[in-house]
């Protein structure tokens, strides 16, 4: 895996091998590592966003979207991983590509992340829900993000999902803006309708 554009363009970044342990279950998962064509095409339909965005990388692995972000000028990217093996090469690509400052990583459950950082008041531009395999994660962590009022009202969550798995909807006026497939990965975008007046 490298990062493909920005002033870490081409730099390579530490991969997981195909397991990771849950550190709060103990459950073992297939992680799944975002191809770089996928990644390619998500990113030239959230470039718009990025600059100097805050952004959440919630299934983040070993952090191939959230550094990509800051790689391309994110402002500040927090990064989410629960799995000992994939955060242990999350923290050495952060360092390895200088980005200590930009990049704040943290070890704990997405559910336990989103209740932290729904705490602090801070919402976030960009978030991207990627979680590890076929899974009910994505509805729980999209109703969560709005009830905890983590995205900005015109931020973008961006999920990806294998195209066997259902599509969620999305939750209260946060609603699908956008689906794109790439062979077995489908993109799903979100974000805030806009209120009539």
């Known amino acids: 895996m490298r990062?493909?554009?920005g002033k870490a363009r081409g730099r390579k970044i530490l991969g997981p091998q195909n397991e990771g342990r849950d550190t709060k279950t103990g459950e073992v998962r297939a992680t799944r590592p975002t191809l770089d064509r996928v990644k390619e095409a998500m990113f030239n339909i959230i470039q718009y966003k990025i600059e100097g965005a805050r952004v959440l990388d919630l299934f983040a692995g070993t952090g191939s979207l959230g550094l990509e972000a800051a790689s391309r000028g994110a402002g500040q990217v927090?990064?989410?991983?629960?799995f000992r093996e994939t955060y242990d090469l999350l923290v050495e690509n952060i360092r390895n590509l200088g980005f200590n400052e930009e990049c704040k990583s943290f070890h704990?459950?997405?559910?336990?992340?989103l209740k932290r950082l729904g705490a602090e008041g801070k919402p976030f531009d960009l978030i991207f829900i990627d979680p590890p395999y076929l899974n009910e994660m994505i509805p729980v962590a999209v109703e969560q993000i709005h009830k905890s009022g983590l995205l900005t009202k015109d931020g973008l969550i961006v999920t990806k999902i294998d195209t066997r798995e259902d599509i969620d909807p999305?939750?209260?006026?946060?609603?699908i803006v956008l689906e794109r497939t790439y062979g077995n990965t489908t993109l799903v975008f979100y974000q805030y309708e806009e209120k009539e007046e």
């Open 170 to 175: 999305g939750c209260a006026h946060l609603s």
């Open 108 to 113: 704990i459950d997405y559910r336990e992340a």
């Open 78 to 82: 927090i990064l989410v991983d629960a």
């Open 3 to 5: 990062i493909i554009a």
